[in-house]
């Protein structure tokens, strides 16, 4: 079986918590799994059509439309809609639902550029490593530019944000040249895509 085959196997059989998890499962390395999803997503946007297009553009406003909804709007059949959904869904859906904290009681949401001081490839994994396993810290990118890292903290209040960086800063403030927090007031478009103008 071949590198993406095994991919496609393990998500199917239900290891979509990341790339970790897949990587359990197959034997495959993370660097490996990701080169193998990169290419299977190009080469899936590359066949795709304009009911795809429609049908993604559709879930985006809402993923609970209904398949008869859809069909109606793309003009196929449900069971066709429901067979097209299940090819992509593997490649193109993400596995997990998306929170939004503020019900939840964690008022600040606060993006953080973080410039990393002189360091060794190992201290800053450990950095990482270490952000990874804060369920307060929620994402966490590599980026260019003048800084290196941006993260997003969640917090209930001021104090409980101070807690979370306070703790952050004490065990790597040697890592850590600049910290830049700015907190997002409100959204007004996330993750909101046009496929069929993407493909054109």
Request: neutral net charge; proline residues 2%; contains cysteine.
């Amino acid at each position: 079986m071949d590198t993406k085959s095994r991919i496609l196997k393990a998500i199917s059989e239900g290891h979509t918590s990341g790339a970790e998890e897949v990587a359990k499962a197959t034997g495959l390395s993370i660097t490996t799994i990701s080169k193998a999803t990169e290419e299977m997503e190009e080469t899936a946007a590359k066949k795709m059509d304009d009911k795809n297009c429609l049908i993604l553009n559709i879930l985006q406003k809402d993923c609970r439309t209904s398949l008869t909804d859809i069909a109606a709007e793309v003009g196929l059949s449900v069971d066709s809609v429901k067979k097209r959904i299940e090819k992509m869904e593997n490649i193109f859906f993400y596995p997990k639902i998306q929170i939004r904290p503020r019900p939840f009681g964690f008022d600040h949401v606060v993006d953080v550029k973080i410039k990393l001081s002189n360091h060794a490839e190992n201290e800053k994994m450990k950095f990482i490593d270490f952000l990874k396993q804060n369920d307060r810290v929620t994402e966490i990118f590599e980026i260019s530019g003048e800084y290196d890292l941006s993260i997003v903290i969640i917090a209930r209040n001021s104090a409980d944000l101070q807690k979370v960086t306070s703790n952050i800063k004490l065990k790597f403030g040697h890592l850590i040249d600049s910290w830049m927090e700015s907190a997002s007031l409100k959204a007004h478009k996330f993750e909101q895509y046009d496929v069929r103008k993407m493909i054109e």
